[in-house]
Structure formats: C-alpha cells, structure tokens
C-alpha cells in the first residue's frame, strides 16, 4: 500500500522547490500526497502564483499521472480556515492551501526582523502542533525546509523535533549539479524532472533532484513521560499555545527556585533603575524609568500583595517624586496614578514571560492589589540606598 502523506512546506521566492519536492514523491517514492500546505511571505505567495498559472502546475500532474498512472497529487486550491483542513483530508479531497506569515500589522513581505521571526515560530508550531494532533495516524507528515530563509527551517525543525510523531519526516530537495550549473536564468523555468530537461542538462529524469531526510530528535515522547522535580509532569506542553510552550520549557531548564533570582538597583551612570534576572541559564535585564523603578522597589520592599493605597503611601515615605494628597476627598487620585504605573510597569516587563520570568513581573492577584511573587518568596533583592 502506498504511503499516505500530507506535505507542510515552508517557501521564501523559489517555487520550483515545492513542484520538485512532490514529484519526487509522488513518482520515485510512489506515495499518496492528501494534501499540501505552503507558508510563506507575501512576495513568495505571488512568486508561486505565478508559477502554478505559467502552466507548472498543470504539467506536473500531467508528468505524475502517466510516470505512476494514477493522480496522487492535491488538485484543489482553497481558501479553507486552518482549522478545516484535515477534514478535508479525510474527506479525500486533497487540499492544496498557501497562507502568509503574519506579524503584528499584518500579512510579513519577509521575515527580517526578530519580531518576525517569533510570528513565523509561533505559526509553524501551531500548525505542527495541530497536524501531528488531528491527522490520521497513518497519514505521515512530511515537512520541506528546502525553501524560504534559514530562520523559516529552523523554526519548522525546532516544531518537529518537540512534536513530530515517530513516523512523521522532514526533507530537503537538491537539484543535481549539472541541472545548478545551467544558471539561475535558465533554471527559472524548472518546475520538476522531465525529459525535456534531461536533454538540455543530460541528467537523467530519475536523477535530477535529489531528496535527503533530515533526522530530528524526537523530544515529544520525553516531554510526555518527564517531570519537573520528580512532581509536575510535562505532558501538558503539547497542547499549549507558543508561548506558553516556551515558558514551561524554562521553567523546566531550570533547577529550582534557589536559582531564579533578581535585583533591582540604580543605573551605573543614569538615574534610572535596572532590573536584572539570573534563572539558572537565562538572564534579562530590563532598564525601568525612575518611577517606575521606584513603584517596582515598593513592591519588592513591601514583599507581599499591597493595595494601590499601601503602595503610595510606600512611594511617598520612600522617594521624593511621588506625594500623596492630604484631602481624603482626592486619596482616590493617589491610587489611580499607582494604577497607571502598574500597567506601565507591566508593559515594560511583558518580554519576561516570554523567557518564563513570569514570577519576576507584577502580578494582580485580585482587583486592587499588587505583588510580584519572586519578591514575596524572597528572592528580589534592593538596595535602600539606590533609593536615595
């Protein structure tokens, strides 16, 4: 019986590695292609466009039908939501969906930035994370990191080896170097091995790409026997968002409380304040405007849950930037402007949860009141002086 495989394919402005990649398994590996699903920027959307309306397409499984007499290959395009996708699979119809990367404002052009790059993680173990949960267990899922940047095969490679099934592959394709020397001109038209390409170049159609498997580790079954300190089990982090994922994960590289800890303290040569965080191997430093540095000094100081009012009655006998009005009529003007402190504290503070630093942020236990829980454990510490 052939295999039944669903392709996951990342694309940077190369579309002919996607046509290559499928004709390889579909004829030299004569496996059952359900679907196909590409990510990539919008300019690699374009660029694929183009090159399945030139005809590519068409010919491809054209050349498939006659090599293994029979349509192995997804032939509809859709629009479906992601969500949809694998009913389709197990309906039979072989979807073939193309979606873009998407960053804070909107569909990527490319993947540049930092920013971009965690948007492109964030998806792709999604979609990993979703595939390998919802596609039929004799469906094989089988990820190209032969196109797009080198951060778009690194984020699928990291998804698969934290969640790939034992029988799912990821591949790359490589063009034979006699078919490479013809130039990057010419081999614009190369969509996949055909005859007519083994009389220009002298490759043989067999020959002409060639496909290695990637070996991954696969982490998913330790991650759903092993515990945290003998007590919490990991299991729970194959069904959770990115970033929730990522923070387990430090959380769990960790060794214990005793080596997560921080200090805040005054800048060298400003008048601001650094917040600095060393948990076993990861370390963050955050620079904090002196206000803020001082309502963050309260909280560590006061070391537990503090209301707004206990807060700035805190930053008025501490510092010299914040005084509380005397007028019981206006108290309630003090606490709204530690309020607004707060969220701008937290703002500057978001990233640490990123690194699984939640502990070290502020925290809002209940309305009213404040706390960051490595303070109250004892485990910030703050020098009176920088205070001063």
Not at 46 to 67: F, I, M, N, Q, Y
Request: hydrophobic share 40%; net charge negative; proline share 4%.
């Amino acid at each position: 019986m052939n295999q039944r495989c669903y392709v996951l394919a990342t694309l940077g402005t190369s579309p002919a590695v996607v046509t290559e990649l499928l004709y390889h398994l579909a004829v030299n590996e004569r496996a059952d292609i359900v679907g196909l699903e590409v990510w990539t920027t919008t300019k690699g959307q374009e660029d694929l466009a183009k090159h399945l309306s030139s005809g590519a397409w068409t010919r491809l499984l054209e050349d498939v039908k006659e090599a293994t007499g029979a349509g192995r290959m997804p032939t509809r395009q859709t629009m479906l939501d992601t969500g949809e996708i694998v009913g389709e699979v197990t309906r039979g119809r072989r979807p073939l969906v193309v979606r873009n990367f998407r960053g804070e404002d909107g569909p990527l052009a490319d993947v540049r930035t930092p920013a971009d790059a965690r948007s492109m993680d964030a998806r792709l173990f999604e979609r990993v994370q979703a595939l390998t949960r919802d596609l039929p267990a004799d469906v094989v899922l089988i990820g190209s990191l032969a196109g797009g940047r080198k951060t778009m095969s690194a984020g699928l490679q990291g998804a698969f080896s934290l969640l790939g099934r034992p029988q799912d592959r990821l591949v790359h394709v490589l063009l034979d170097p006699r078919l490479e020397a013809l130039g990057f001109k010419e081999l614009a038209e190369y969509s996949a091995p055909t005859a007519e390409w083994a009389t220009r170049s002298g490759v043989p159609v067999e020959a002409q790409v060639t496909l290695h498997d990637v070996h991954f580790p696969l982490l998913r079954g330790l991650l759903e026997r092993a515990r945290v300190d003998g007590r919490e089990p990991l299991a729970g982090l194959i069904g959770k968002d990115y970033a929730s994922f990522l923070r387990a994960m430090r959380d769990a590289a960790t060794s214990g409380p005793e080596d997560r800890r921080a200090h805040l303290g005054r800048h060298a040569h400003r008048a601001d304040f650094v917040y600095s965080i060393r948990a076993a191997n990861v370390t963050a430093e955050v620079e904090l405007p002196r206000a803020l540095g001082q309502v963050l000094a309260g909280l560590i100081d006061l070391g537990r849950p503090a209301t707004l009012d206990e807060l700035a009655a805190w930053l008025a006998e501490h510092t010299d930037a914040f005084e509380t009005t005397k007028d019981d009529d206006h108290a309630k003007d003090d606490a709204n402007r530690v309020s607004q402190y707060l969220r701008r504290l937290g703002k500057r503070l978001a990233d640490l949860s990123t690194q699984g630093l939640t502990e070290f942020m502020v925290a809002h236990p209940r309305r009213g009141v404040a706390v960051v829980p490595a303070a109250e454990a004892g485990r910030v510490t703050l020098d009176r002086s920088d205070l001063e």
